[in-house]
């Protein structure tokens, strides 16, 4: 009759060693079982365990087949990570750091990297900064110390310096939606100046001339193109103060609600809208909502929002689109040719981005004809 060795006690208090069962396998709370055990039970070296879970060849298919049941048999799992590192390669893991996963922008970024990512065999570990810099920097730092093959990042932080190390150890990074500060990278950005530009110049021609931009925070740099394009179309095409109804700081659809609110409460209030992302053009649309009920009889206010979104068809809600999955997509093919050739120069690409026309960026202004 099999015996079954029992965890004992130890005099100094440590913990217990963990129970094992008759064939081998630890009991559940048990320590995770090593290659050595699975050599142990199938009577083969260290070495030779290593080459039939690693898939080498050369190995007798009778020596194989009993060193796989024996690791079946204890629930043995490879360490994928460490066997590539091992082997003088490196991890098939990606890590990408979001701004913020609630966002369905990200999202779409997340799905074009890992299609692409797929492609080439690699697997993707998604997290998010909350666009919060310190929050960045440790995501950041707990994916290299994990040792990813290569590093995704929209950087929300201003001072990216610190991966400088990690870049000159050939550590495929690269940054998307956003450009770094402090270090030069692969980087994936949208076309913001020619979103805004066109966008402008369509609310301009429809006769507004009293036009408002509400922004997210001020120090992140997609803001900061949209803002400056803003100002320089306006001031281009003769109007003064063109920041007079410039908002930033709306960073949810509640702040955007407000921001909106208290434009439209102004003695001269804007004619139109242009919002500076999808969470913002929602918190417009609430806004313009609330002012319809209250008011009316009050002229229709125009509203062209940066990104597209869902719903957005249904709601005729004019839009600065472009293609956010063929953004993660161009990202991922960076880190895929860095990890191949790491001695490329920093590339830059632009995603193109159009105007999608569906009807509340075509209200007419005061000044139309």
Same mark, same amino acid.
């Given at each position: 009759?099999? @015996? ?8 100094? /208090? ?7 069962? !008759? ?5 559940? =709370? /048990? ?16 070495? @030779?365990?290593? #080459? ?25 799992? *490879?360490? +994928? ?6 082997? $003088?390669?490196?991890? #098939? ?5 979001? =701004? ?11 799905? $074009? ?23 960045? *920097? ?43 500060? /402090? ?15 066109? +966008? ?24 900061? %193109? ?48 242009? @919002? ?15 002012? !319809? ?32 999955? %063929? ?7 960076? !880190? ?22 569906? /009807?509340?960026?075509?209200? !007419? ?5």
């Amino acid at each position: 009759m099999a @015996t079954q060795e029992m965890a004992q006690e130890r005099p100094d /208090g440590a913990a217990p060693s963990p129970v094992a069962a !008759a064939d081998g396998a630890p009991r559940r =709370g /048990g320590r995770r079982p090593t290659l050595a055990a699975v050599a142990e039970l199938a009577g083969v070296s260290l070495k @030779t365990a290593s #080459r039939v879970l690693n898939d080498e060849p050369n190995v007798a298919t009778a020596t194989r087949e009993r060193v796989r049941a024996s690791a079946q048999q204890l629930g043995f799992r *490879r360490n +994928a990570v460490a066997a590539d590192l091992a082997r $003088g390669g490196s991890s #098939r893991l990606v890590g990408f750091v979001t =701004g913020d996963l609630a966002n369905p922008f990200y999202s779409a970024l997340a799905s $074009g990297i890992e299609r692409e990512l797929r492609r080439h065999e690699l697997q993707l570990i998604t997290t998010s900064s909350d666009e919060e810099p310190d929050r960045e *920097r440790s995501v950041t730092e707990a994916l290299v110390e994990r040792r990813v093959g290569a590093l995704v990042v929209t950087p929300t932080s201003t001072d990216h310096a610190s991966l400088q190390t990690e870049i000159d150890s050939d550590l495929p990074v690269v940054f998307v939606d956003r450009p770094a500060q /402090g270090v030069e990278a692969d980087t994936v950005v949208l076309d913001n100046r020619g979103g805004v530009r066109d +966008a402008v110049t369509h609310l301009l021609a429809h006769g507004h001339r009293r036009i408002a931009l509400v922004g997210d925070v001020s120090r992140l740099w997609t803001f900061q %193109e949209r803002r400056d394009e803003f100002v320089a179309t306006l001031r281009d095409a003769g109007i003064e103060d063109p920041s007079r109804y410039v908002r930033d700081g709306a960073h949810d659809d509640t702040l955007a609600h407000a921001f909106v609110t208290d434009l439209l409460a102004l003695p001269e209030p804007p004619t139109a809208v242009l @919002t500076a992302n999808n969470k913002i053009t929602v918190g417009a649309l609430h806004a313009l909502r609330d002012r !319809a009920s209250a008011r009316p009889d009050a002229s229709p206010v125009a509203l062209v929002g940066f990104d597209d979104f869902a719903l957005a068809d249904l709601l005729d809600v004019t839009v600065v689109g472009y293609d956010a999955v %063929e953004m993660g997509r161009q990202a991922a093919s960076l !880190a895929v040719s860095r990890r191949e050739d790491p001695d490329l120069a920093p590339r830059m690409v632009v995603v193109p981005t159009r105007l999608v026309v569906r /009807g509340t960026g075509e209200i !007419a202004g005061p000044g139309s004809a």
